[in-house]
Nanobody, 126 residues
């Protein structure tokens, strides 16, 4: 069993920055992949960013590429979502996800992840 705990959401003005954190506890393995998804009420969950825990370059949604990055603190089982140049359309509940044994082509597929955190609200508004 894996537990994911997110933090760092809040209210920020357009053009501002926020950093979300997600710490995994329980059984974590090098074969895991970690990801961030977001969801607005009434809309489908949207892929944001993902990476394989074993290493490699993170992948990003086109809508956030160049503005968001996904660094990690491997010894502490923590991934981050560094969000810069935020826009009102980035407003959503952001979820951390973890899954085991994902291949690269599945990293953007929310259904491939077996574990999700509780979500944290990000609101971008003036």
């Amino acid at each position: 069993q894996v537990r994911l705990v997110e933090s760092g959401g809040g209210l920020v003005q357009p053009g501002g920055s926020l950093r979300l954190s997600c710490t995994a506890s329980g059984h974590t393995y090098n074969s895991f992949a970690m990801a961030w998804f977001r969801q607005v009420p009434g809309k489908e969950r949207e892929f944001v960013a993902a990476m394989k825990w074993s290493g490699g370059t993170p992948v990003y949604a086109d809508s956030v590429k160049g503005r968001f990055t996904m660094p990690r603190d491997k010894p502490n089982n923590t991934v981050f979502l560094q969000m810069n140049s935020l826009k009102p359309e980035d407003t959503a509940v952001y979820y951390c996800a973890a899954g085991m044994g994902l291949i690269t082509s599945s990293l953007r597929n929310g259904a491939a992840y077996g574990y999700y955190g509780q979500g944290t609200q990000v609101t971008v508004s003036s």
